[in-house]
């Protein structure tokens, strides 16, 4: 199983970027999807997350300003960020539970989001 995030970059405050999280290989019965983050000096701390029936979770932080979806299709979850600020910098870790019997976790790479003010 593999987890490909892309879209990360450098951003003033007050812009956008959509990141993309895409799985592959032998993946069956996906249930959440979520997105994490992690700043210098910093623990990971959860940002958004979204079920199989397409319930969604955000951080006090990020509400309002963020939007998490999915492409079952795709085996695809996405993070729209919008009125980036710089507290926002940090590496972004996509993640899945996958799975039934027994479940599993797998992480993305991670993509750095960095947001100069």
């Known amino acids: 199983v593999q987890l490909v995030e892309s879209g990360g970059g450098l951003v003033q405050a007050g812009g956008s970027l959509r990141l993309s999280c895409a799985a592959s290989?032998?993946?069956?019965?996906?249930?959440?999807m979520g997105w994490y983050r992690q700043a210098p000096g910093k623990q990971r701390e959860m940002v958004a997350r979204?079920?199989?029936?397409?319930?969604?979770n955000y951080s006090e932080f990020v509400k309002g300003r963020f939007t998490i979806s999915r492409d079952n299709a795709k085996n695809t979850v996405y993070l729209q960020m919008n009125s980036l600020e710089p507290e926002d910098t940090a590496v972004y870790y996509c993640y899945l539970n996958w799975g039934g019997g027994n479940w599993f976790t797998n992480w993305g790479q991670g993509t750095q989001v960095t947001v100069s003010s």
């Open positions: 290989g032998s993946i069956s019965n996906i249930n959440v």
């Open positions: 979204i079920s199989g029936s397409s319930s969604v």
